[in-house]
């Protein structure tokens, strides 16, 4: 594509004299190809900008910045070149998401899980689909690695035309609130957007609660709608943040919840060792549904699930049929076994919402003692550490505190920071995260029940600046046959 077709896009800036093919938009000097246009991002660690001359000497044909610099190719300059960025992706790679069902799915928890629940509904009505989170994106069958759950815009686009030209129609993807205020997905066409619930995270980055709903809430207030291509937000009844993104969005609001009146609701909720049962309630009268899935919790994820692929336009006896099939998301209330007389599960909970719901879950069926491995990452919110360890020692007899991802912090000054929450209360701290899962299957007899939280499907953990490999449900495994005799 020629440079000043791909500058059409935005109206005010000024032609260059000279017009070169553009055969790719990078925003990462390590990328450049020839013919590149590279954008200069100010970042949250470094400058783009100060790559601008290594991108033209490694080929780029132009650069967009927000500053004027003296380069043997032609330089745009931009007021943000993030919004500007957005632009020219969906630009360059021609509006992959108008082309798409595209559906965003935003909130503190159960996004994933959420996403995984629709993508099976729409595959279930037939639908090739493309999904976009926190485990990885999928183009059909096929997967691809991600380093962040909502990826930069360039890498968005290109993956929806990915998704285009393999004749995806339905693309289901997690909504991050770091990605919404980044800007990451301006240029995406959504037409179902739904929230999920709000709870304590990422105060680190968004520093008080007001500014984190209102990160989320930016998904809804983008969400245009036309009499030509309505537009809908799905939102959680139950959810104090409800309400503001309902009186913020111009979209069709449809609700679901389980304590509120709702569009879509459940009742007569039945939490069992092996699934969950409860009455849906829906625009089309009562169901009776038995899930696999465990937990209030997942019952929220499944009415957000349903309420979007009706909305979708999916007739509901398929999605009915969907989610009672759906056997769960990898690392999420993953159960170990090994046929120990104990369960052992994996969950990705780490936040303190998270971790209270699936610890009252396994509340619901623990014969005796509950284990709960409990850690919490490093270079990311501090305050939610006292709450975690508090939530665990309120819902496990026997919590153990230990490493998570310690990233560039001491691990032990993390536990420390853990241990604020819990003074005088009863626990273990084992910081080596193998030797406290060890440790628990070795303490663990017929009917207990040990909870591995924090780090789910992630098979690796980072210490430091390693990245060294790690899987709860692995190490898990080995002991429990180590151990356990099994
Ligand atoms: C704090 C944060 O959100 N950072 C994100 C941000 O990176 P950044 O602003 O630090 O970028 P930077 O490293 O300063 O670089 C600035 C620019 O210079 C360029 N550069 C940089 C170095 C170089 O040698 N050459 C070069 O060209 C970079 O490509 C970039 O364009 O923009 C990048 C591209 O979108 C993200 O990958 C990166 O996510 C980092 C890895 C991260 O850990 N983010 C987490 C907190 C995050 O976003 N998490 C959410 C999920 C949260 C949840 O809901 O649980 C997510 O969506 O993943
Ligand atoms: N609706 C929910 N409400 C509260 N907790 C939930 C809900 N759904 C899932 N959880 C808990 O949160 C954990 C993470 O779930 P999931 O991965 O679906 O959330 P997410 O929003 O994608 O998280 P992330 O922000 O890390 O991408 C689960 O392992 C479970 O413990
Ligand atoms: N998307 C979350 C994942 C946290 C997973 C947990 N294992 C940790 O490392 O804190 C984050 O980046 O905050
Ligand atoms: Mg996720």
Redesign the pocket.
């Given at each position: 594509m020629k440079l000043h077709t791909l500058l059409n896009a935005l109206p005010l800036v000024k032609p260059t004299s000279e017009n070169p093919e553009i055969t790719c938009i990078v925003n990462d000097h390590r990328k450049v190809e020839q013919g590149a246009l590279f954008i200069c991002i100010k970042g949250h660690t470094a400058d783009g900008h100060q790559f601008a001359k290594e991108a033209a000497e490694q080929g780029a044909s132009a650069i967009l910045s927000e500053k004027h610099m003296d380069l043997p190719v032609p330089v745009v300059v931009v007021r943000d070149t993030k919004y500007a960025m957005a632009v020219l992706a969906d630009t360059f790679y021609q509006h992959p998401t108008s082309q798409l069902h595209l559906v965003g799915i935003t909130?503190?928890?159960?996004?994933?899980?959420?996403t995984f629940i629709l993508d099976e509904i729409f595959k279930e009505a037939g639908q090739k689909t493309g999904l976009i989170?926190?485990i990885s994106m999928k183009i059909g069958d096929r997967v691809i690695e991600t380093k962040n759950?909502t990826p930069d815009t360039i890498v968005l686009q290109e993956t929806f035309a990915d998704m285009v030209s393999h004749g995806v129609n339905a693309a289901v993807m997690?909504v991050?609130s770091h990605a919404l205020v980044q800007g990451r997905v301006n240029g995406c066409d959504f037409d179902v957007a739904v929230f999920?619930?709000l709870s304590q995270d990422h105060l680190d980055y968004h520093e008080t609660m007001e500014e984190y709903q209102r990160a989320k809430g930016l998904l809804f207030t983008k969400l245009g709608n036309t009499y030509a291509t309505p537009k809908f937000a799905v939102i959680n009844a139950d959810d104090p943040a409800g309400g503001q993104f309902i009186a913020d969005t111009s979209a069709h609001v449809v609700t679901y919840g389980i304590d509120h009146p709702a569009d879509f609701s459940a009742e007569h909720l039945k939490i069992g060792r092996t699934g969950t049962t409860f009455t849906l309630s829906s625009p089309e009268g009562k169901t009776e549904i038995a899930l696999k899935l465990m937990g209030k919790?997942?019952v929220?994820?499944t009415l957000a699930a349903i309420a979007a692929g009706y909305v979708s336009g999916v007739p509901l006896e398929t999605i009915i049929r969907t989610v009672e099939k759906v056997h769960g998301?990898p690392?999420?209330?993953e159960s170990v076994d090994e046929g120990q007389d104990f369960s052992v599960i994996v969950?990705?909970?780490?936040?303190p919402?998270?971790?209270e719901?699936?610890l009252k879950t396994i509340g619901e069926f623990a014969g005796k003692r509950v284990f709960a491995i409990v850690g919490c990452g490093g270079d990311r919110d501090r305050t939610k550490r006292p709450l975690m360890a508090k939530v665990a020692c309120d819902y496990a007899t026997d919590p153990i505190f230990t490493s998570d991802n310690p990233r560039t912090e001491d691990p032990l000054a993390i536990l420390n920071d853990m241990e604020q929450g819990v003074k005088g209360r009863t626990y273990q701290v084992i910081p080596d995260r193998k030797k406290a899962i060890v440790a628990a299957i070795q303490a663990a007899h017929a009917g207990d029940i040990v909870l591995i939280a924090g780090k789910?499907h992630e098979t690796y953990q980072i210490i430091g600046n390693q990245v060294l490999d790690f899987d709860d449900r692995q190490i898990a495994r080995n002991a429990i046959k180590e151990y356990k005799k099994c």
């Open positions: 909130g503190t928890n159960g996004k994933t899980t959420t989170g926190t759950t997690e991050s999920t619930n919790f997942s929220y994820n998301v690392g999420r209330f969950d990705y909970a780490h936040t919402d998270s971790l719901n699936v789910g």
